[in-house]
C-alpha cells in the first residue's frame, strides 16, 4: 500500500535559497515514493482516451446510418489520438 500523498507549501527560506530541501517550490500533490509532483491531468486524460474508444466500439457495433457511424468514429478516433498523443508528451523521463 502506497503512503499517503502530502501538500506541499513552500517556506520563506526555500523560496531565497532552493537547495535546503528536497522538495518542489510550488505548491502540488507530492508522491512520497518519489519525491515528486503529480500531474492532475493524467487521470483526466486516461478517462477521455477510453472513453472515445468504448465510443468508437459502439458506434462502429450499433449505428445504422453510415453518416453518424462516420461522424461518430472520426470524432471519438480524433479526441483518443488527441489524448493519447498528450499522454506520451507528459510522460516521466528518467
Known amino acids: 500500500m502506497r503512503p499517503p500523498l502530502r501538500l506541499v507549501q513552500p517556506t520563506a527560506p526555500q523560496l531565497r535559497d532552493h537547495t535546503l530541501l528536497p522538495e518542489p517550490l510550488t505548491p502540488g500533490i ?19 482516451m477510453i472513453a472515445a474508444l468504448a465510443a468508437n466500439i459502439y ?10 457511424q ?6 471519438s478516433g480524433v479526441v483518443f489520438l488527441a489524448s493519447a498523443t498528450t499522454l506520451f ?6
Open 30 to 48: 507530492v508522491d512520497p515514493t518519489t519525491n515528486r509532483k503529480r500531474n492532475p491531468v493524467k487521470p483526466l486524460l486516461w478517462f477521455v
Open 59 to 68: 458506434a462502429s457495433a450499433s449505428v445504422d446510418d453510415s453518416a453518424t
Open 70 to 75: 462516420i461522424w461518430v468514429n472520426v470524432t
Open 89 to 94: 508528451t507528459l510522460r516521466r523521463r528518467t
